[in-house]
C-alpha cells in the first residue's frame, strides 16, 4: 500500500519569498514516481513537476523545484518568488509502478498555501 | 483543443436518486480515472479504466458504477447505494507507458444532494 502524507494545512507567504511545502510517503515499490499538482479556488488540478525514484538530480520546472531525499522518503516542493497567483491547494501524490499500483496516483490532504502582498 | 470536458459542472439531486456524470476526452488516452474529493481531503480513487471495456474498482467504489464503451468516454453513475454522495468528482486520464504519467484532469462536477 502506498501512502502520502502531508503535515501542514495551511501555509503562509510574503510575496516574492521562497516556500516549503513537506511531503512524505511510503511505500514498498522499489521504483516509484513523486508528483506535485495545484489546486485553485476554480477546482482543477494543475499538474506542476514530477520525480521518478531513479532520477539523479532533483527536478525542477520553472519556479519549482522538488526537494528529494530518498532515504527519508521526503519530496518537498519548493516554490521561489511567490507570486499572488500561487495562493492555491497543493497536493503531493505518488504512483508505483509495479504489479496493480501502476498507473494509479495516490494523492496527500494537500497544503492550502497563501501568498501576501 | 484537447483536453477533458465533464458535465454538468453543478449538479443537484434529490437523496435516493441517481445520477450519471459525464466525462469525455479527446486526447486519445488510453487510461481514464475517476476521483472524489471531500472538504480538506484529497483525492481518493473510485475506478479507473486501462482499455476500453475494461475497468477495476478503486479504494471507495461502493455505490458507484462505471462503464467504458468508447475510448473516449468513462461516464459514472452516482447510485442510491451511495451513502454520503455530496462531494466533487473529478474525471482523469493519461498515457499509459510515458515516463512521467501525468493525470490530465477536467475541471470537475460538483454533486449535491438535497
Known amino acids: 500500500a502506498q501512502k502520502i502524507t502531508q503535515t501542514q494545512p495551511g501555509m503562509f507567504v510574503q510575496e516574492k519569498e521562497a516556500v516549503t511545502l513537506d511531503c512524505t510517503y511510503d511505500?514498498?515499490?522499489?521504483?516509484?514516481?513523486l508528483f506535485w499538482y495545484k489546486q485553485p479556488s476554480s477546482g482543477e488540478m494543475i499538474f506542476l513537476i514530477y520525480?521518478?525514484?531513479?532520477?539523479?538530480q532533483n527536478a525542477t520546472e520553472g519556479r519549482y523545484s522538488l526537494n528529494f531525499q530518498k532515504a527519508r522518503k521526503s519530496a518537498n516542493l519548493v516554490i521561489s518568488a511567490s507570486q499572488l497567483g500561487d495562493s492555491a491547494m497543493y497536493f503531493c501524490a505518488m504512483r508505483g509502478n509495479s504489479g496493480g499500483s501502476n498507473y494509479k496516483l495516490t494523492f496527500g490532504k494537500g497544503t492550502l498555501l497563501t501568498v501576501n502582498p | 483543443d484537447g483536453g477533458i470536458t465533464q458535465s454538468p459542472k453543478y449538479l443537484f439531486r434529490k437523496e435516493g436518486q441517481n445520477v450519471t456524470l459525464s466525462c469525455e476526452q479527446n486526447?486519445?488516452?488510453?487510461?481514464m480515472y475517476w476521483y472524489r474529493q471531500d472538504p480538506g481531503q484529497g483525492l481518493r480513487l473510485i475506478y479507473y479504466s486501462q482499455i476500453v471495456n475494461d475497468f477495476q474498482k478503486g479504494d471507495i467504489a461502493e455505490g458507484y458504477s462505471v462503464s467504458r464503451e468508447k475510448k473516449e468516454s468513462f461516464p459514472l453513475t452516482v447510485t442510491s447505494a451511495q451513502k454520503n454522495p455530496t462531494a466533487f468528482y473529478l474525471c482523469?486520464?493519461?498515457?499509459?507507458?510515458?515516463?512521467?504519467?501525468?493525470?490530465?484532469f477536467g475541471e470537475g462536477s460538483r454533486l449535491t444532494v438535497l
Open positions: 486526447l486519445n488516452h488510453d487510461a
Open positions: 520525480q521518478g525514484s531513479y532520477d539523479q
Open positions: 482523469a486520464s493519461t498515457v499509459q507507458g510515458m515516463r512521467t504519467g501525468e493525470l490530465f
Open positions: 511505500t514498498s515499490d522499489p521504483s516509484y514516481g
